[in-house]
């Protein structure tokens, strides 16, 4: 119905931000570099997709965190796409590092934010933090602003889209969360702390500014479909180079 049909063209935004994203960022020498890409079974959660990528930082790191690792440094990241539901786990490559870990959950619901128990019935732990992100009116890093993706100021050509004034999630219909369940852990005494909530705002500000610029990109994916190579998943490829994502119409493809 309507719910599948919004929640596949969130699908196709967010492959077509990440590819862009990624693209732009390996331009600068950062990025992310796909290591293994392929379909997977799982009893549980069927059929998905597998994608190991490294993920460069170097630049990305505070200087009290670039004094303590090396020059080419990255963090390896594991994902398993069954979506709507899909597990992303990352670990440092350095051996001479702590333990370091993320653990990310990712559901979509058609609501607005009220489901408490999306990840399960078990009750909070007391350090769990509910954040709630608003696309079009939480601030984001000065450095990561452009006016033509501010939600606020956009409105989609394609789509007539767009100008999401304060207020706008109790006024929008249809509309769609994406929850994300993400667990930081770095046991090290003295910096366990500043790390674990760095990496959680570093989280953040990269769901918010991927979210802007799906939604403000959306006349460059829109009425497009994923590939399918002819086996049994399709391919959904997520590279640092643009030329990784297949998405396509009926005349063009994105190669």
Known sequence: G????????????QLYMISKHSHEQSERGEGVEVV???PYDDPEHGSGQFTEKRIYLNNKLPSWARAVVPK???VTEKAWNYYPYTITGNNTFCSFLPKFSIHIESKYEDNKGSNDNIFGSEPREEETEVCFVDIA???IPERHYKESEDLRYFKSKKTDRGNLQEGWINTQDPIMCSYKLVTVKFE???LQTRVEQFVHKVIRDVLLLGHRQAFAWVDEWIGKFI????QKNKKVLIGFRFNHLEICNETECIN
């Open 72 to 74: 080419i440094f990255y």
């Open 36 to 38: 293994q890409n392929e």
């Open 137 to 139: 009116c939480d601030e």
């Open 188 to 190: 090290v005494w003295g």
């Open 227 to 230: 590939k399918d190579d002819g």
């Open 2 to 13: 309507l719910w599948k049909r919004y929640r596949s063209s969130y699908r196709i935004g």
